[in-house]
């Protein structure tokens, strides 16, 4: 008999950017989010945009890049990262889409 292992969580493949979590189609309950981004060792910065808004910076630590986002509203919401390679270019990734539902939350007295 054969046992077969799996890992929870696996980066993307070698040079790719992307979104790890909210995961793609994720519904997020809290109030207080903080996005985790993969990007290659190459990124010289990375930036994310909600929903079309304006760039904002992210921050490197062990391994990934942040971004701390509050202050959303229930719904379906999109994001999108870019990365600023060495050579002055930059590659913007596919959009990727979740949604908020604050009001599902328990409430205790």
Not at 18 to 36: L, M
Not at 63 to 72: A, V
Not at 74 to 96: A, C, F, K, N, W
């Amino acid at each position: 008999m054969a046992i077969t292992m799996r890992r929870k969580h696996t980066k993307p493949a070698t040079g790719m950017l992307a979104v790890e979590f909210p995961r793609q189609g994720e519904t997020i309950t809290s109030s207080d989010y903080t996005v985790r981004v993969f990007a290659p060792e190459t990124a010289q910065k990375v930036g994310i945009s909600i929903d079309q808004g304006p760039w904002k910076s992210c921050r490197c630590a062990v391994g990934y890049w942040w971004y701390d986002w509050s202050g959303f509203q229930d719904g379906p919401h999109q994001i999108v990262v870019s990365m600023g390679l060495p050579d002055g270019s930059r590659i913007i990734s596919e959009p990727h889409e979740f949604s908020v539902e604050l009001s599902s939350r328990l409430i205790t007295p």
